[in-house]
């Protein structure tokens, strides 16, 4: 699976939006674009996946650039409980999900 | 529906002991994938199985680590002659084939299986 890049950490305040950024420059036309999020002590859970639309869902939003080297995704209102480590995953069909390192939010009352 | 589920939730055993995790993955998902995530790290490929096909083990870190999947269905992941290394939690998931998912196959996680070595 290609590489993806993403800061360690990010800040937000809660009820604020908050955009989680992802360089994925070497993705192949097949690749899709993933985002999971781990909660602390739990599995990873699904967030949202896109090709090369944007994409909307009850928990997120996903913009990719149209050059499909980069993604951003958006919670569109920060909660406590969205607290955790995002992690962007490029997937081509079958395959295991490779994890980076991920962003680390951390949501401010 | 059920999720995925995993036992035991917490494992103690002492080095050089062999310890076995079971994973029930969600009815009717033919995907069924192990992971390995340390402290404060990132998770670690382990294994894949896709309903008959043969498993891709290309993840597991030694021979004493071994998975068996019966059928469709549940799975164990034994680890023989355990090392304080070894000491993760064993993450299982589960998926819909590529194809009957259409899109995507999002994976599905468990809870996790905590392992401590002494």
């Known amino acids: 699976d290609a590489k993806t890049t993403q800061p360690n950490s990010m800040e937000s305040n809660e009820e604020e939006p908050v955009h989680l950024p992802c360089n994925h420059s070497t993705i192949s036309g097949t690749d899709y674009i993933h985002w999971y999020r781990q909660l602390p002590s739990q599995g990873p859970e699904y967030v949202i996946h896109g090709l090369t639309s944007n994409v909307n869902n009850r928990m997120a939003s996903l913009a990719i650039a149209e050059d499909r080297k980069s993604s951003t995704l958006i919670l569109h209102r920060a909660t406590l409980r969205d607290a955790a480590v995002y992690y962007c995953i490029l997937r081509s069909a079958g395959n295991m999900l490779t994890f980076g390192g991920g962003t680390r939010l951390m949501v401010k009352p | 529906g059920a999720g995925v589920s995993q036992s035991p939730s917490n494992k103690v055993t002492e080095k050089g002991k062999d310890v076995e995790l079971r994973c029930d993955p969600i009815s009717g998902h033919t995907a069924l994938y192990w992971y390995r995530q340390r402290l404060g790290q990132g998770l670690e490929f382990l294994i894949y199985?896709?309903?008959?096909?043969?498993?891709?083990k290309s993840g597991l870190p030694s021979d004493r680590f071994s998975a068996e999947r019966t059928g469709e269905s549940v799975s164990t992941l034994t680890i023989q002659r355990t090392q304080q290394e070894d000491s993760a939690v064993y993450l299982c998931?589960?998926?819909?084939?590529?194809?009957?998912?259409?899109?995507?196959?999002?994976?599905?996680f468990g809870p996790g299986t905590r392992l401590t070595v002494l």
């Open positions: 199985f896709q309903g008959n096909s043969a498993p891709d």
């Open positions: 998931a589960s998926s819909l084939r590529w194809r009957e998912a259409g899109v995507s196959d999002t994976q599905y």
